[in-house]
């Protein structure tokens, strides 16, 4: 079945330095879901990427959905103590209903002031 | 909006009795979600509701585990008889499916704890 590849598992990172996050899906995706979860918290709809090579931005975060559609990243800029939180990418296959919304175990992001 | 309501936030339990989560989706949200999270699975589709139909439950891990959606503003995850390893934290989600985004809101999350 589909999968959904999450790296790295853990990063830790002095304030002030890039963070990236890397998602890898076993299949092409229709599109693909990021979300944020603070510690003790739930987790948190940031974007949804859909085109081929999408690259969208919010503030400090740059997300990009590969030309294949089968990758995803976030990438940080100057990380800040806001930050800290497990960050997940989730995808979507083709066909079914939206269900089919497959997460990542997620990248765990520590900020040390 | 108070978004998606779970009770109990905390639930401590002994091996072998019947739990039984509950939650309340975003009125007007035409799809609900059970998610569990461990540190080891990270999160896990339990099953999902389209409409108050279930539509895969394959995510259920045993005969153990039921869910139902009575009507569209409540829905309910029982185990029985729980076990040690279905400790974790449950969340329930929702969605309104009329709209490209599909961005699923989350509930605060029951923390089951069992003994």
């Known amino acids: 079945g589909q999968q959904v590849m999450q790296i790295p598992q853990y990063q830790h990172v002095q304030e002030g330095e890039d963070f990236t996050t890397y998602c890898n899906s076993s299949t092409t995706l229709s599109n693909i879901q990021w979300y944020k979860q603070r510690p003790g918290g739930h987790p948190v709809f940031l974007i949804q990427?859909?085109?081929?090579?999408e690259v969208k931005k919010q503030k400090r975060l740059t997300f990009q959905f590969g030309e294949a559609k089968k990758n995803s990243s976030l990438h940080i800029t100057a990380t800040q103590t806001t930050d800290v939180g497990t960050y997940f990418c989730a995808g979507r296959g083709y066909g079914g209903s939206q269900g089919n919304l497959i997460f990542g175990k997620g990248t765990k992001l520590s900020v040390k002031p | 909006d108070a978004g998606v309501i779970q009770s109990p936030r905390h639930e401590v339990t002994e091996m072998g009795q019947e739990v039984t989560l509950r939650c309340k989706p975003i009125?007007?949200?035409?799809?609900l979600f059970w998610y569990r999270q461990t540190m080891m699975r990270g999160l896990e589709l339990l099953i999902y509701f389209n409409n108050n139909v279930p539509i895969d439950d394959s995510g259920m891990p045993e005969d153990r585990f039921s869910a139902k959606m009575p009507n569209a503003s409540f829905s309910t995850l029982k185990i029985q008889p729980s076990e040690p390893r279905d400790s974790a934290v449950y969340f329930c989600?929702?969605?309104?499916?009329?709209?490209?985004?599909?961005?699923?809101?989350f509930g605060p999350g029951t923390r089951l704890t069992v003994l």
């Open positions: 990427l859909v085109k081929s090579g």
């Open positions: 009125s007007g949200h035409d799809y």
């Open positions: 989600a929702s969605s309104y499916g009329g709209v490209s985004y599909n961005e699923q809101f």
